[in-house]
């Protein structure tokens, strides 16, 4: 019979320690070979998101690289397909703040959505996101 076994665990990133990590092998290797980082498919629920985006800076060519091997290897087309994407995207997210947000605000409200933007955009700059007057 299959027994779960639970226990906690947890998992720390340090940025520091990868960024420090990866200018060592940049060393060890020299300047005439780049370091290209690769992460697993399965590692994107441990945060390493935040390991990829520091990557990315510290290793610009790398990803130039992935990308030219990419459209290699699916053609110019792959540029069009993810214009589309975001395209579609950026529409829906548009169509989005139109009905789901500012529908409300007018029907129920009676406050015009030009006027709303203008008071948010007033209490964007006040309050700078919670922080206060600071």
Request: net charge positive.
């Amino acid at each position: 019979m299959y027994q779960k076994f639970h226990r906690a665990c947890w998992l720390e990133i340090d940025l520091g320690r990868i960024k420090n990590n990866f200018r060592e092998l940049q060393k060890m290797a020299g300047d005439r070979v780049t370091i290209m980082p690769a992460v697993k498919a399965n590692a994107y629920g441990h945060g390493v998101i935040m390991a990829c985006r520091a990557l990315v800076k510290l290793a610009p060519i790398g990803v130039f690289c992935l990308m030219a091997s990419a459209i290699g290897s699916y053609g110019l087309s792959l540029i069009s397909n993810i214009a589309k994407l975001l395209g579609t995207f950026y529409a829906g997210c548009i169509l989005h703040i139109l009905v789901i947000y500012l529908l409300p605000v007018w029907c129920v409200a009676r406050i015009d959505p030009l006027s709303f933007f203008q008071l948010f955009s007033v209490y964007r700059r006040t309050y700078r996101c919670g922080r206060g007057n600071t």
